[in-house]
């Protein structure tokens, strides 16, 4: 079935580092794909998203390709700050079924220090 | 505008009594879905409503778990006899229709001791 492989974290840096966090899935026919954010105490927030392969999301400097021949989707932002510290969840929705269920990784924990 | 509600946003309870957790959907929001969120694990998917019919329910975990929507407005999702298992964030989220982008409650934090 579908699923979704993110790094575990937590993921710690300083302020102003670059940051990957890596993402890859597995899927039967063509899913759209999410990075989703939480922030401490708050609920869950789409961050960016991408519909078909090649295409690039992007939202409050972070971007991830959809690369479909390494079924990849990597969130990566090039000067982070304190204010990204949160947890991000990459996930897939099964555009060829009937509900568009997200399925998702386990989340990565951002920790950013000042 | 309003966004996702859901109520309580936390619920202990003893092992073996039934639970209610509401959610209110965006206003206009045809399709409407139920997650869960254990410790350290991602959200796992329970059932989708579109509209007040429920055509996938593959996630709930077992008989215990229900779930109803009126029309295309609130729904509720029942947890019968109540497992320290069922600890977890239930979330909530809606989308216009079932293509579209999904927007998260805030969850219920549910403890079962």
């Known amino acids: 079935g579908n699923s979704v492989t993110q790094m575990e974290g937590p993921v710690t840096l300083s302020e102003e580092a670059f940051l990957t966090i890596n993402c890859t899935y597995t899927?039967?026919?063509?899913?759209?794909l999410f990075w989703y954010v939480q922030y401490p105490g708050e609920g869950l927030q789409l961050l960016l998203k991408?519909?078909?392969?090649?295409d690039k999301g992007s939202n409050k400097g972070f971007e991830a390709t959809y690369r479909k021949e390494t079924t990849s989707f990597h969130l990566e932002k090039g000067s982070v700050q304190v204010s990204d510290s949160a947890v991000y969840f990459c996930?897939?929705?099964?555009?060829?079924?009937?509900?568009?269920?997200?399925?998702f990784g386990t989340g990565t924990l951002l920790a950013v220090q000042p | 505008g309003a966004g996702v509600s859901q109520s309580p946003s936390n619920k202990v309870t003893e092992k073996g009594k039934d639970v209610e957790l509401r959610c209110d959907p965006i206003?206009?929001?045809?399709?409407l879905y139920w997650y869960r969120q254990r410790l350290g694990q991602g959200l796992e998917f329970l059932i989708y409503?579109?509209?007040?019919?429920?055509?996938?329910k593959s996630g709930l975990p077992s008989d215990r778990f229900s779930a109803e929507r009126t029309g295309e407005s609130v729904s509720t999702l029942t947890i019968q006899r109540t497992q320290q298992e069922d600890s977890a964030v239930y979330l909530c989220?809606?989308?216009?229709?079932?293509?579209?982008?999904?927007?998260f409650g805030p969850g219920t934090r549910l403890t079962v001791l």
């Open positions: 989220a809606s989308s216009l229709l079932a293509a579209d982008t999904q927007y």
């Open positions: 899927a039967t026919g063509y899913p759209s």
């Open positions: 991408a519909t078909k392969a090649d």
């Open positions: 996930a897939l929705s099964d555009n060829g079924g009937a509900t568009n269920k997200l399925i």
């Open positions: 206003s206009g929001h045809t399709a």
């Open positions: 409503f579109q509209g007040n019919s429920a055509p996938d």
